[in-house]
């Protein structure tokens, strides 16, 4: 039900863009978010956008990540700018509505000189 695409291998200082498509729920009324996982570490959030459009942007990719949501292409994207190498993860894609809560299949990020 989502769909992450976007990930890749580029160097330090440049810039991916992540998307993210939805089908089968009903994407207006779902929180959407970002989430990394590196390796050895434990999973963790990236962005959320609100279906009311509030952002909550981890700490680490302020100013440099931006989150965004297309409801009426029932996408959201992740535009991430001068990524660093300890960008590199796993992203996943995550749909949140009250007691229901869906992840993508995570896209590769590498970010490595």
């Known amino acids: 039900q989502l769909q992450a695409s976007g990930g890749g291998l580029v160097q330090p200082g440049g810039s991916l863009r992540l998307s993210c498509a939805a089908s089968?729920?009903?994407?207006?009324?779902?929180?959407m978010g970002w989430y990394r996982q590196a390796p050895g570490k434990q999973r963790e959030l990236v962005a959320i956008?609100?279906?009311?459009?509030?952002?909550n942007i981890a700490d680490s990719v302020k100013g440099r990540f931006t989150i965004s949501r297309d409801n009426a292409k029932e996408m959201v994207s992740l535009q991430m700018n001068s990524l660093k190498i300890e960008d590199t993860a796993v992203y996943y894609c995550?749909?949140?509505?009250?007691?229901?809560?869906?992840w993508g299949q995570g896209t590769q990020v590498t970010v490595s000189s």
């Open positions: 995550n749909a949140h509505w009250v007691r229901n809560e869906y």
């Open positions: 956008i609100s279906s009311r459009g509030r952002l």
């Open positions: 089968g729920i009903i994407f207006s009324f779902h929180d």
